[in-house]
Antibody
Framework: EVQLVESGGGLVQPGGSLRLSCGAS????????MNWVRQAPGKGLEWVSY????????YYAGSVKGRFTISRDNAKNSLYLQMNSLRAEDTAVYFC?????????????????????WGQGTLVTVSS | QSALTQPASVSGSPGQSITISCTGT?????????VSWYQQHPGRAPKLMIY???KRPSGVSNRFSGSRSGNTASLTISGLQAEDEADYYC???????????FGGGTKLTVL
């Protein structure tokens, strides 16, 4: 059974830092690209960041670029999100999500935006 | 990249069919066969319901179907059931760097 379990959320002051983790099990973690998606209280989903299987391709949403860093350790089946210079507007539940990839008739690509498995989320609250 | 446009709410009675629209542009929904739909019940993680515009993951009821016309994708739920009451989000690939964009979400109420 595929499982994604986030941890590391909590209360942090504006300007502070936090590191989120996502532990994966039930599948070959190194074979899938991964994402972080967040949801502010009462709001919709917002994609945050993407990392490919070998870490060669990384993307960030404009709202977090330069402040957040995504990483992964395939040996530990773990995904991370280092969040610095946190702002009140970063307050949200943060989900890790597996990207299923995409295959056309001629080739397969890793990043597709098809998020086939999600963790339960971890709440980050930025407040003084 | 702006969010995709979804109606804030839709409703239907048990047994009826409803359709949720998701309007983008020729740079996202209209360009790639990578539109997905997610169901989210309160306090729960999102669940993939439709991917690559029309495909259903294993285990998802065939009452859920996806389609696209031009820059607008749609999710249709037939034979509405009480457990379908949830928030629904569309999502489209938009190319490298920007990667994906979500819709604002639609709250489905089963009357």
């Amino acid at each position: 059974e595929v499982q994604l379990v986030e941890s590391g959320g909590g209360l942090v002051q504006p300007g502070g830092s936090l590191r989120l983790s996502c532990g994966a099990s039930g599948f070959s973690f190194s074979a899938y690209s991964m994402n972080w998606v967040r949801q502010a209280p009462g709001k919709g989903l917002e994609w945050v960041s993407y990392i490919s299987t070998t870490r060669s391709t990384i993307y960030y949403a404009g709202s977090v670029k330069g402040r957040f860093t995504i990483s992964r350790d395939n040996a530990k089946n773990s995904l991370y999100l280092q969040m610095n210079s946190l702002r009140a507007e970063d307050t949200a539940v943060y989900f890790c999500a597996r990207d299923s990839g995409y295959c056309s008739s001629t080739r397969c690509v890793e990043g597709s935006g098809n998020f086939d498995y999600w963790g339960q989320g971890t709440l980050v609250t930025v407040s003084s | 990249q702006s969010a995709l446009t979804q109606p804030a709410s839709v409703s239907g009675s048990p047994g009826q069919s409803i359709t949720i629209s998701c309007t983008g542009t020729s740079s996202d929904v209209g360009s790639y066969n990578l539109v997905s739909w997610y169901q989210q019940h309160p306090g729960r993680a999102p669940k993939l319901m439709i991917y690559e515009v029309t495909k259903r993951p294993s285990g998802v009821s065939n009452r859920f179907s996806g389609s696209r016309s031009g820059n607008t994708a749609s999710l249709t739920i037939s034979g509405l059931q009480a457990e379908d009451e949830a928030d629904y989000y569309c999502c489209s690939y938009v190319g490298s760097s920007t990667f994906v964009v979500f819709g604002g979400g639609t709250k489905l109420t089963v009357l």
